[in-house]
């Protein structure tokens, strides 16, 4: 199949080649495909021929391997599938007994941590679990637990150097070896800081032992230095500039919210008002009008109804209103026409305007047919959007009814739970 399909390709590179067709691209393309084929090919020959399978071990330390096959045996089955594990690799009785005293030199080292050194320790060990790479494995116990915790850590810090025995069991696969050591637990050296707190408190500590004595006077002074004493509060001008920048990005927010409303609701207008305009326009050309008479018409009427408050402002016919005085003021005809689908910003709009563009340059055939047909499917719009609205209106009602549902349980269940418990 991939053969095949390499050979289509090449074939269909060379004919294009032939006609010295434009397209390059597709020739390359050609090209790229066959090789593709045919190293898929390749590969699979490969892949389908028998092989005596040769699996690597781990070295020690990193632990089995899963791997999976797909087996066949001569008149039995095939492609059956096989999952085995490879074991790491077994060491002899003498590697395991360099790699358990390279296992100790190492743990000599690493058991310190930041301390200086085992006879100065007043920092946590540091214990790890498997050593020479992961070949040898290790498991730690202390002679003293009030001193450190099981994963090498401070549990309390001793006043006076200690000497702790640590015993590590090191197992390198069979073979175990224990190794016992010690270290010496000395107090931390405490920074000018804590030195003083510790002054402090002991001061505070022998007021707390005084007998009828409803309060403790804090230290104003020690050691002939002054001590000054205040409550930890919360830098409150970070929390006004956090609100500040809150309220600050809330009215941004805010003026984007109605910003995109007062777009929506233009664009809503718009789509409301273009079958009344298209109408007009209809009547208007079939009664002998022409174009610029007719826009002049609607939109000089719709002004008057503006100005006498019959009616509110109408996006689409203020849009109309430009559009006349930009031909009053010098404008282009045509163009003027042309910018007001621009500003209306709606295909429907734009698609009215490139009608009138074009029936101002080639005459009037034809328009009050457009007109019509323009007018019906505007309608069918209108209706459309006016489902879309019901039904994204009666999706807000379903919170305020599934509130008031709640209510309604509640006034009926509570005094029922009620009587009954009386």
Same mark, same amino acid.
């Given at each position: 199949?991939?053969?095949?399909?390499?050979?289509?390709?090449?074939?269909?590179?060379?004919?294009?080649?032939?006609?010295?067709?434009?397209?390059?691209?597709?020739?390359?393309?050609?090209?790229?495909?066959?090789?593709?084929?045919?190293?898929?090919?390749?590969?699979?020959?490969?892949?389908?021929?028998?092989?005596?399978?040769?699996?690597?071990?781990?070295?020690?330390?990193?632990?089995?391997?899963?791997?999976?096959?797909?087996?066949?045996?001569?008149?039995?089955?095939?492609?059956?599938?096989?999952?085995?594990?490879?074991?790491?690799?077994?060491?002899?009785?003498?590697?395991?007994?360099?790699?358990?005293?390279?296992?100790?030199?190492?743990?000599?080292?690493?058991?310190?941590?930041?301390?200086?050194?085992?006879?100065?320790?007043?920092?946590?060990?540091?214990?790890?679990?498997?050593?020479?790479?992961?070949?040898?494995?290790?498991?730690?116990?202390?002679?003293?637990?009030?001193?450190?915790?099981?994963?090498?850590?401070?549990?309390?810090?001793?006043?006076?150097?200690?000497?702790?025995?640590?015993?590590?069991?090191?197992?390198?696969?069979?073979?175990?070896?224990?190794?016992?050591?010690?270290?010496?637990?000395?107090?931390?050296?405490?920074?000018?800081?804590?030195?003083?707190?510790?002054?402090?408190?002991?001061?505070?500590?022998?007021?707390?032992?005084?007998?009828?004595?409803?309060?403790?006077?804090?230290?104003?002074?020690?050691?002939?230095?002054?001590?000054?004493?205040?409550?930890?509060?919360?830098?409150?001008?970070?929390?006004?500039?956090?609100?500040?920048?809150?309220?600050?990005?809330?009215?941004?927010?805010?003026?984007?919210?109605?910003?995109?409303?007062?777009?929506?609701?233009?664009?809503?207008?718009?789509?409301?008002?273009?079958?009344?305009?298209?109408?007009?326009?209809?009547?208007?050309?079939?009664?002998?009008?022409?174009?610029?008479?007719?826009?002049?018409?609607?939109?000089?009427?719709?002004?008057?109804?503006?100005?006498?408050?019959?009616?509110?402002?109408?996006?689409?016919?203020?849009?109309?209103?430009? @559009?006349?005085?930009?031909?009053?003021?010098?404008?282009?005809?045509?163009? @003027?026409?042309?910018?007001?689908?621009?500003?209306?910003?709606?295909?429907?709009?734009?698609?009215?305007?490139?009608?009138?563009?074009?029936?101002?340059?080639?005459?009037?055939?034809?328009?009050?047919?457009?007109?019509?047909?323009?007018?019906?499917?505007?309608?069918?719009?209108?209706?459309?959007?006016?489902?879309?609205?019901?039904?994204?209106?009666?999706?807000?009602?379903?919170?305020?009814?599934?509130?008031?549902?709640?209510?309604?349980?509640?006034?009926?269940?509570?005094?029922?739970?009620?009587?009954?418990?009386?």
């Amino acid at each position: 199949m991939y053969l095949a399909g390499a050979l289509v390709s090449l074939a269909a590179a060379m004919g294009l080649k032939r006609k010295a067709l434009p397209q390059r691209q597709y020739h390359q393309a050609l090209l790229i495909l066959a090789a593709a084929f045919l190293l898929a090919a390749v590969i699979g020959a490969f892949a389908g021929k028998d092989e005596r399978y040769r699996i690597a071990r781990n070295e020690p330390g990193q632990g089995a391997q899963e791997k999976e096959f797909l087996v066949d045996v001569a008149g039995e089955f095939k492609d059956y599938p096989l999952k085995l594990e490879i074991a790491e690799k077994k060491l002899t009785e003498a590697q395991k007994r360099a790699y358990l005293k390279e296992a100790r030199k190492e743990l000599d080292v690493v058991i310190l941590g930041d301390n200086p050194s085992a006879d100065a320790v007043s920092k946590a060990l540091f214990l790890p679990e498997y050593l020479q790479e992961g070949a040898v494995e290790v498991s730690y116990r202390f002679s003293d637990y009030h001193i450190f915790h099981a994963d090498g850590t401070i549990r309390q810090e001793p006043e006076e150097p200690a000497v702790v025995e640590i015993t590590a069991e090191l197992t390198c696969q069979e073979a175990a070896n224990l190794y016992q050591f010690s270290v010496c637990a000395v107090p931390r050296e405490k920074s000018l800081q804590e030195r003083i707190a510790e002054k402090l408190n002991s001061l505070v500590a022998e007021q707390n032992e005084r007998e009828d004595v409803s309060y403790v006077v804090l230290p104003d002074k020690l050691e002939g230095r002054k001590v000054t004493w205040r409550k930890h509060a919360i830098n409150k001008s970070f929390v006004i500039v956090f609100l500040g920048a809150a309220v600050a990005a809330g009215l941004i927010f805010r003026e984007k919210e109605a910003e995109k409303r007062q777009r929506e609701k233009r664009e809503r207008q718009l789509m409301m008002d273009y079958p009344g305009i298209v109408g007009k326009f209809s009547l208007l050309l079939g009664a002998g009008m022409n174009i610029s008479l007719a826009w002049e018409k609607i939109a000089l009427s719709y002004q008057r109804n503006r100005v006498s408050g019959e009616t509110e402002k109408r996006y689409a016919y203020e849009e109309m209103l430009t @559009a006349l005085h930009e031909i009053s003021e010098g404008t282009g005809e045509l163009q @003027a026409y042309e910018n007001f689908g621009n500003r209306c910003q709606l295909a429907t709009y734009r698609r009215l305007s490139s009608m009138i563009v074009q029936n101002v340059r080639k005459g009037s055939q034809g328009m009050q047919k457009l007109l019509e047909q323009e007018e019906w499917e505007a309608y069918e719009q209108r209706k459309a959007h006016a489902r879309q609205m019901g039904e994204e209106a009666g999706t807000k009602l379903l919170l305020p009814m599934g509130i008031m549902l709640v209510i309604v349980l509640a006034v009926l269940v509570i005094p029922a739970g009620m009587s009954l418990n009386l």
